[in-house]
């Protein structure tokens, strides 16, 4: 059987909502990503400074004077204190930057977030209602004690009682929806034709406690029946939020509400109280009639489960599709068509805006006309821009903004018009249309998209002249972005004007007249979340360089393929090249075989004592000018062929580094542990084996530190050691330590173990920590520290405890954590384990910063025995009685499937030399990322962005000996090492457009500004392949003698528009558009391939061609026709000075087709031709000399051919129908022919289909557009086959949000001892005696699959005793980890029951009970403590933990695919 591994997490964004989630204060983004939710926080960061850091990462840089400390967060602030800020204008305003708090995987697919307020949280911030597909809810709230949500009630409405009449459609054939009362008195979710499940929380006395009641009028407040009301209810009032939920039937609300378009709870009454758009006919019958639709409000009385009509408003135009609440004091609903803006108050009056022609034509409802504006309201999202302005922000379907602004009098709406953004003012930032928009605060809003990035927008309102100057006396910063404090400041002023005075109406009347007071609008991009969704297609192909040098500098730091997407949709498309590792330019490559490991050093010269201020060295201006300068010195340890160890320091220069000499460095004196700078940048320290010697920034030697132990005469060796101005930590190899601080007099000395635990303990490593964020600190405060005194020493013991100091206090610890080696999901003081419960080997324990220049957090690092690492975030538990750390510090483990490879042991290297690991490197600034690298046979980064979680990613090449940081003016925030094989490498991350913790790989995405949707790889020129398409108005034919009435709509203004293909040459050494074919009016691209096909028939000679297949649609009147293009790439003399553009598409082939659009094309067969699905057939065809396509063998086919698949020159064919099934046939030479095979069932909707070889078996893999992933396979001698007619159906997965839309069949890299590669060649040679080579066992194979949400997934087959021992490992995993609330991955990975798969299976049932292992499972295996593991490990069969490991290696994310 089969497992299925996600190889990436989702990158569409579905939903979103905004509320104060972790606490009441804070202001949280919750973003649902199809199955994952994250949770972000906002920050505000100066819009000077993120232009500066994020120099390096614009995709174009200017050429306007480049100050070099920009990329340097402290050198920065250097130059906005010194003399140099005239190099860039000052820009005051803030940027609203996101930053992840929590991400959850979830085993749903998410369809609507509800925000529930509520005073019974554990954190006292709101309720988050989650909808899931097929009517299920989950409320979740944050529990600061774990640091995670929680799971308060579950709601499922699946039931079959539930379903409503036998003959109604399956319950995922309906939209639902979910909305909330916005007083968080009930929820309603509309599921199936027309049931609506009212969920009701439970109000608490401030919630019901009535600000506006008035005694004399309203009588005596209702105090006792209030309490009688809560008692009465139930008995777990306090443990449960919510009450019993109950479902209403749409009808018996009102007769009339038989077929529900959408509905939303009202603002402002005091009941819930909702208004629903529906009709009494269903939309099939429309055709022909108008004003079909009716808006109603009803108010529920949830205690007696009734409803009152409030008002109703019918004749309303048959095109609206939503309702939207709107906000006081605008009050009321806006109902949104596709051609008009209606908006109904509380007392049913309406006002109404036409916004196209078409408005006046499709309704004879009272509309206001702005049919100038010539728009298409389909898809668009609207969101208040500033509710007491009435101006509310409207996105469309292409991206371009509007602003919809509501004429206010007093209380009651005159009017409603809407204004374009001009692009000059940001009304083009959007690319294309979004899904879901959230006011993030009063000048920020969160545009989240299923098709393009999604982004974090920001405005200001642009004056005129003369008030901008009357207002610059007041705050300069108008014209500009406006922060938090800035608005807050224009608040105030409220009180200036007496308790009666409403702000809200101020500016509101101002929009009767004119928009010259509020100003223009003024938006910009503030932050993205990097997506890659829609993968409409994939190809992979070879990188290429622009020089020969640069291809000589990347030999062995490049992978041998790239995975190259093309993906959005719109002005969005973009190319998308993915690779599994990071892909270091390298800026210098030279041999160095004698090199260890290098240290970098940045140190201040030292100054005559004539020139040195009053505070010497510890001024702020050296400070500054000390960290803003270029590495100076390297330091670099070397063992030489005889084994000798010395170290030698060298000079940085621009763009390399020389020798130094006439110092008083000693090369001899042995081999560098580690080195860095104290006492402020004065102070070099060098720690040898034997000693510390400090030196000078000119390195002129100032002291030496022995190790000599004065009572015992004992000298130990330095084996670890960690510096942190101004404290030195060394772990010595008689598990020891040394503690030594520098002083005033810039001099080390040893501080004294107070503790007797610190003499007595014996200690594995340690390291030191400055503690910038607080986090470690014993009693939180709102004052910053200062430099060097928030340092924590981290000591892991021989028996696996972690003990905390705050130095420079040794007289106790101030953190202890027993509990380490079991690597549990939660640590703390007080975790313990049962007695011989299995422990995990530590190596090495580091803390450090991990982040960007945006936002960075401390994480407690561990490195086990395997090179394997576990990520621990520490987090404080709320306490009301100590701030104490041992009570209030936690660290949860992060979740981190990376399996790192073997350790690795050269022949010709010593065991002792390979189990001395280097020890893991912090770096503070690498291209923009504060990381840990980690040296070894599996180098590594751990990266993390201020928008994801931290992931670890492998170092593309051999294994490391020693890295690090490197930082001068030829390599800026880059970094040096040396390899496994004695080369070193000066290199720098690749920033510009490149992302990495976003999808855990490397991620380069370069946008066409099309809509991109096919991509082929052309090996022999390098080039790539793409088809887009833009949109054209269309016209019917004029030419038509038949329609004469066409003739006549020559004048139509507002006309539709159909795409226009064009294919596009792509360079990659570049990834620059070098030629561009356009297709003829009305054509669109369908599919493009790369085939080595028969050029001549004299000599049979075979080229790499292009083959493009086409459809020409010119409207519903005139059958599609289609077109088969065949172009060649050739070579040609390039434009001056763009030496890529050498290459040309040259037209081979031009085949018309009269009947049908070329759907797909394969090539097919050994002779060098091609399967083109046209139509309703599927023909072999082949190029002859005079540029035709000779048929020469078909098959009819049914409806639409989607896919057409062959295995590789065996002319075994697939073919998926998007209406009909697979079918799977076979072609042979002589004669000339295609024969059927088999068929699946014809209920299926197959999007793509693909062989999988697996051993002796050939399967068919079929995925549907349910998401549904089946397993079939021709077997002519199974009884029920009909002698192979029907296929048999082995077993169906389910991908849940990810459906596969394309897939290729891919060679899987396996290691030489897998088992899966053993079990065959075993088989094989049991089977046959005679040693026939072609039945040699297929080579192994895996199915790389892409889906419209933007994940990348993975089929692979498995073994016989793998599938078993995964099977039950899932299995016990399944019962083991807690799933986020409360789904079962089991059910979800289940088949779809409902629907035409439900109802009719894919094949004759031949499956068995089996079933595909999910990989998303099997990936949590970490999540684990190590107990846990050892003991499931051993109860599933295997031998224990470590060969679960080799297994899971085997399998889990990208290393089937060991060429990306």
């Not at 009651?412 to 006011?439: Q, W, Y």
């Not at 483990?893 to 022949?907: G, H, M, Q, T, Y």
């Not at 089977?1327 to 080579?1333: C, F, R």
Request: aromatic share 6%.
């Amino acid at each position: 059987m089969q497992c299925y591994v996600e190889l990436t997490p989702p990158t569409a964004v579905t939903h979103s909502l905004c509320l104060p989630f972790i606490t009441a204060q804070s202001n949280n983004l919750v973003v649902a990503r199809a199955s994952v939710l994250q949770i972000f926080a906002t920050k505000p960061v100066s819009a000077e400074l993120d232009k500066a850091q994020n120099a390096q990462l614009q995709s174009t840089r200017s050429n306007e004077h480049y100050d070099t400390r920009v990329n340097d967060d402290e050198g920065l602030e250097a130059s906005f204190l010194g003399g140099d800020s005239v190099l860039v204008r000052s820009d005051r305003s803030n940027l609203t930057k996101l930053v992840l708090v929590a991400e959850f995987t979830l085993a749903g697919t998410i369809t609507g977030l509800a925000r529930i307020g509520s005073k019974t949280t554990v954190s006292s911030g709101d309720a988050l209602l989650v909808a899931f597909k097929d009517a299920k809810l989950s409320m979740i709230e944050w529990d600061p004690d774990k640091n995670s949500i929680i799971t308060t009630s579950i709601h499922y409405y699946e039931q079959e009682e539930l379903q409503g009449s036998p003959w109604a459609a399956p319950l995922s054939h309906y939209v639902n929806f979910l909305a909330a009362d916005p007083g968080s008195r009930c929820a309603a979710l509309k599921f199936g034709a027309r049931s609506l499940a009212i969920i009701q929380f439970k109000a608490t006395e401030e919630d019901i406690d009535m600000d506006d009641w008035d005694e004399e009028l309203d009588g005596p407040r209702p105090v006792k029946e209030l309490s009688t009301t809560l008692a009465n209810g139930t008995s777990s009032n306090e443990e449960t939020p919510y009450s019993t939920s109950f479902v209403l039937r749409l009808p018996n609300l009102d007769p009339s509400l038989l077929h529900p378009v959408h509905l939303a709870f009202l603002h402002e009454y005091r009941e819930p109280t909702f208004g629903i758009l529906s009709s009494t006919s269903s939309p099939s019958l429309v055709l022909g009639r108008k004003d079909q639709l009716t808006y109603m409000v009803f108010t529920l009385d949830i205690q007696q489960k009734a409803s009152t009509t409030i008002l109703s408003v019918t004749g309303l135009p048959q095109d609206l599709f939503r309702v939207i609440a709107l906000p006081v004091p605008v009050g009321g609903a806006l109902l949104v068509g596709t051609n008009e803006l209606i908006h109904v108050d509380q007392s049913g009056k309406s006002h109404g805006l036409g916004v196209n022609q078409f408005a006046k034509q499709s309704t004879s409802f009272s509309l206001a006309d702005q049919s100038d504006l010539e728009l298409k309201l389909e898809g668009c999202e609207i969101e208040a821009l500033s509710a007491e302005n009435g101006e509310f922000l409207v996105v469309l379907q292409d991206g371009r903004l509007a602003v919809l602004t509501f004429r206010v009098d007093g209380r009651i709406v005159s009017g409603l018009s809407l204004r374009m953004i001009a692009p000059e003012f940001g009304g083009s930032l959007i690319p294309t249309g979004v899904t879901t928009l959230s006011k993030l605060n009063k000048t920020c809003m969160f545009a989240g998209s299923e098709d393009a990035d999604s982004l974090v927008l920001g405005w200001t309102r642009k004056q005129g002249q003369s008030g901008r100057r009357k207002s610059r006396l007041q705050d300069p910063s108008l014209e500009l972005d406006m922060d938090d404090e800035d608005m807050e400041d224009m608040e105030d002023e409220d009180d200036l004007y007496g308790e009666d005075y409403d702000p809200a109406q101020q500016p509101v009347q101002s929009t009767n007249t004119s928009n010259s007071k509020i100003g223009e609008l003024v938006f910009r991009v503030h932050d993205r979340l990097v997506s890659i969704a829609p993968i409409r297609d994939f190809a992979l192909g070879q990188t290429t360089w622009s020089t020969a040098e640069e291809q000589a500098n990347q030999v062995g730091v490049t992978s041998d393929l790239s995975l190259v997407c093309a993906c959005g949709r719109g002005n969005a498309g973009s190319i998308a090249i993915i690779n599994r590792s990071i892909q270091p330019k390298v800026i210098g490559r030279f041999e160095f075989p004698e090199a260890r490991d290098f240290w970098t050093i940045s140190a201040q010269k030292p100054l005559p004592k004539s020139i040195q201020g009053d505070k010497g060295a510890s001024s702020v201006g050296a400070e500054y000018e000390n960290t803003a300068q270029y590495d100076r010195y390297m330091i670099v340890p070397k063992v030489d062929l005889d084994g000798y160890e010395t170290s030698d320091v060298y000079a940085l220069t621009g763009a390399g580094f020389e020798a130094l000499a006439g110092t008083e460095f000693e090369p001899a004196a042995g081999f560098t542990i580690e080195a860095g700078t104290m006492g402020n940048h004065t102070r070099i320290i060098q720690v040898l084996k034997t000693a510390v010697h400090c030196y000078d920034g000119d390195f002129g030697l100032t002291q030496i530190l022995p190790m000599l132990d004065e009572e015992t005469g004992a000298e130990p060796r330095i084996v670890h050691a960690s510096i942190a101005d101004p404290f030195i930590l060394l772990v010595r190899d008689d598990a020891s330590i040394f503690i030594a601080k520098i002083f005033k007099n810039l001099e080390l000395e040893e501080l004294e173990k107070e503790d007797s635990a610190l003499t007595s303990t014996k200690w594995v490593t340690g390291c030191l920590y400055e503690d910038k964020s607080g986090i470690f600190a014993g009693e939180q405060t709102d004052k910053g520290a200062k430099a060097g005194e928030n340092i924590l020493m981290f000591l892991l013991s021989k028996a696996g405890a972690l003990h905390v100091y705050a130095l420079p206090d040794l007289s106790k610890s101030v953190y202890v954590a027993e509990g380490l080696p079991f690597v549990p999901p939660v640590l703390s003081a007080n975790y313990a384990a049962r007695r011989g419960t299995a422990r995990e080997i530590i190596k090495e324990i580091l803390v450090a910063d991990l982040g960007d220049m945006t936002h960075s957090f401390p994480y407690l690092i561990v490195r086990h025995d395997e090179d394997d690492i576990t990520l621990y975030q520490p987090f404080r538990a709320p306490s009301s009685t100590t701030q104490d750390l041992s009570t209030t510090l936690h660290f949860q483990k992060l979740p981190n499937p990376v399996i790192a490879d073997d350790l690795f042991v050269p022949a010709d290297h010593d065991v002792d030399e390979v189990n001395r690991a280097p020890p893991m490197r912090r770096c503070d600034n690498i291209g923009g990322y504060k990381t840990v690298f980690l040296p070894g046979s599996s180098p590594s980064f751990v990266l993390k962005s201020s928008k994801t979680l931290p992931k670890v990613l492998r170092l593309q090449g051999n294994g490391v000996r020693g890295m690090s940081p490197f930082h001068t003016e030829g390599c800026e925030r880059g970094f040096i090492y040396t390899d496994s094989k004695g080369i070193a490498r000066v290199c720098q991350i690749p920033v510009r457009n490149t992302t990495y913790a976003e999808i855990g790989m490397a991620l380069k995405k370069v946008p066409l500004n099309a809509d991109t949707h096919s991509i082929s790889h052309h090996p022999p020129s390098g080039t790539y392949v793409v088809g887009c398409d833009t949109l054209e108005p269309f016209e019917l034919p004029k030419e038509d003698d038949y329609h004469k009435e066409w003739q006549q709509e020559k004048d139509l203004v507002f006309k539709p528009t159909v795409e226009r293909g064009y294919i596009k040459l792509i360079n990659p050494s570049s990834w620059t558009v070098i030629d561009t074919i356009e297709m003829e009016p009305c054509e669109t691209i369908m599919c493009i391939e790369t085939l080595n096909l028969e050029v001549s028939e004299s000599t049979n000679e075979r080229k790499h061609l292009i083959a493009v297949g086409t459809a020409i649609s010119r409207g519903e009147d005139l059958p599609i026709r289609g077109r088969v293009l065949v172009y060649d790439i050739v070579t040609v003399i390039p434009e001056p000075g763009r030496p890529e553009t050498n290459k040309r598409l040259k037209l081979v082939a031009n085949e018309e087709i009269p009947r049908g659009a070329v759907t797909a094309i394969s090539e097919i067969g050994t002779q060098g031709l091609m399967l083109v699905a046209q139509g309703q057939k599927c023909m072999v065809r082949g190029l002859k000399e005079d540029g035709t396509l000779l048929p020469v063998a078909f098959m009819d086919m049914s409806c639409y051919v989607t896919t057409v698949r062959e295995l590789k020159g065996t002319g075994l064919c697939l073919m998926a129908d998007a209406v009909k099934g697979v079918w799977f046939t076979g072609y042979t030479e002589e004669p000339y022919r295609m024969v059927l095979f088999g068929k699946s069932s014809t209920r299926l909707e197959v999007l793509t289909v693909d062989f999988l070889p697996d051993g002796d078996e050939l399967l068919i893999v079929a995925c549907d557009s349910d998401g549904g992933i089946h397993v079939l396979q021709f077997d002519p001698d199974h009884p029920k086959s009909l002698q192979g007619h029907l296929l048999l159906h082995r077993t169906t997965f389910s991908a849940g949000a990810h459906a596969p839309t394309r897939s290729m069949l891919l060679p899987r890299t396996l290691p030489a001892d897998s088992e899966y590669i053993t079990q065959h060649i075993n088989s094989e040679t049991n089977g046959t005696t005679n040693g026939d080579a072609s039945s040699a066992p297929a080579p192994p194979s895996i199915i790389l699959f892409s889906s419209q949400t933007g994940a990348l997934s993975a089929l692979a087959p498995l073994s016989e005793p793998q599938y078993r021992r995964l099977s039950f490992l899932a299995g016990q995993l399944l019962s083991s980890l807690p799933h986020h609330a409360a789904l079962n991955p089991k059910d979800y990975r289940a088949p779809v029951s409902t629907g035409v798969v439900g109802r009719f299976p894919p094949g004759v049932d031949a499956g068995m009970g089996r079933s595909i292992i999910d990989g998303t499972l099997l990936a949590r295996w970490n999540e684990l403590p190590a107990g846990r593991r050892a003991e499931i490990a051993g109860r599933v069969g295997f031998t224990g933990a470590d060969e679960v490991r080799d297994n899971l290696r085997e399998i889990l994310g990208a290393s089937g695919f060991g060429y990306l």
